[in-house]
T-cell receptor
Framework: DAKTTQPPSMDCAEGRAANLPCNHSTISGNEYVYWYRQIHSQGPQYIIHGLKNNETNEMASLIITEDRKSSTLILPHATLRDTAVYYCIVRFHYGQNFVFGPGTRLSVLP | KAGVTQTPRYLIKTRGQQVTLSCSPISGHRSVSWYQQTPGQGLQFLFEYFSETQRNKGNFPGRFSGRQFSNSRSEMNVSTLELGDSALYLC??????????????FGPGTRLLVL
């Protein structure tokens, strides 16, 4: 079973920041938080991952709470092309497969 | 650098047949994982290969098998196809042992329809 809980759907206005929450209250100390997205039955696309510290790349920012029990993926300026299902996954550093939950379906509205 | 490629992209088979799907990982990546995605069950892990050895296996029947070649390319085989095997089959590659976690990069998938 997935170790994460995400809202099933969210809406966001185009040009605004999209903040996608994820709860992972049972995360262990050496488990990473990964985010992927899947656009209309294409292969999942890697977005970002982190362990303890907040992370930022060209696509998004990942904010992990100090107790690591939850995190938020931030798309700073959402576009229509960001409409997708977003998956939050926790897993060990290596040797463990990804367990995907149902994710959050983000709809970016014009 | 080219991404993960999967062939064929679409496939139609009939019940009882078998099928072989192919995956070419990103150059330099040595781990290949396979996933099945269906509307009812979502994305489910099938198995992972690293250095030609199966390193991890999901909860699927023995009809589902795979292998990895010395060049890291991988194939998965499904024998005695059932209607429920209709799905999007996804392959992902990663570079084990790199710092910061083994990020998996997914291919576009092979869509299999069993009639």
């Amino acid at each position: 079973d997935a170790k994460t809980t995400q809202p099933p759907s969210m809406d966001c206005a185009e040009g605004r920041a999209a903040n996608l929450p994820c709860n992972h209250s049972t995360i262990s100390g050496n488990e990473y938080v990964y985010w992927y997205r899947q656009i209309h039955s294409q292969g999942p696309q890697y977005i970002i991952h982190g362990l303890k510290n907040n992370e930022t790349n060209e696509m998004a920012s990942l904010i992990i709470t100090e107790d690591r029990k939850s995190s938020t993926l931030i798309l700073p300026h959402a576009t229509l092309r960001d409409t997708a299902v977003y998956y939050c996954i926790v897993r060990f550093h290596y040797g463990q497969n990804f367990v995907f939950g149902p994710g959050t379906r983000l709809s970016v509205l014009p | 650098k080219a991404g993960v490629t999967q062939t064929p992209r679409y496939l139609i088979k009939t019940r009882g047949q078998q099928v072989t799907l192919s995956c070419s990982p990103i150059s330099g990546h040595r781990s290949v994982s396979w996933y099945q995605q269906t509307p009812g069950q979502g994305l489910q892990f099938l198995f992972e290969y690293f250095s030609e050895t199966q390193r991890n296996k999901g909860n699927f029947p023995g009809r589902f098998s795979g292998r990895q070649f010395s060049n890291s390319r991988s194939e998965m085989n499904v024998s005695t196809l059932e209607l429920g095997d209709s799905a999007l089959y996804l392959c992902a590659s990663s570079l084990p042992g790199t710092g910061g976690g083994e990020t998996q990069y997914f291919g576009p998938g092979t869509r299999l329809l069993v009639l």
